[in-house]
């Protein structure tokens, strides 16, 4: 399967069940800490996964990179409550994996991915 779209099904598929999530869990509140960036994650990455090759390559790094982030914190929010967030450890590790082989296919001088 192509890279890039590995890179698209798993930027979609993070952004679909985090916004699902927030649905299910009724994470709408405005003491929800992790709200807005949520909703920044499921827009970067929609876009990502949706935008032409060319700026895919350039989105999908970064939004899954600051996705990787965003569900670790979620991850170890859930530990200090004495929790195991195990949707938010997957999703963590999913997204820090596909960002960085994104970001090693990106690099200058790196084969380019074939384009979805």
Do not use: K
């Not at 890179?7 to 709200?35: I, K, M, P, Y």
């Amino acid at each position: 399967m192509r890279l890039l779209l590995v890179g698209r099904v798993t930027a979609a598929v993070l952004s679909l069940t985090t916004f699902v999530f927030l649905f299910l869990h009724d994470s709408w509140r405005a003491d929800n800490l992790f709200l807005v960036p949520d909703l920044i994650l499921c827009a970067v990455l929609l876009a990502g996964a949706l935008l032409p090759a060319r700026s895919a390559l350039v989105v999908l790094p970064v939004g899954l990179a600051y996705t990787t982030g965003v569900l670790t914190a979620s991850a170890f929010s859930y530990v200090a409550r004495g929790e195991v967030g195990v949707p938010s450890m997957v999703g963590a590790i999913t997204s820090a994996v596909v960002a960085m082989l994104l970001a090693r296919r990106s690099e200058p001088g790196a084969p380019r991915p074939q384009t979805a």
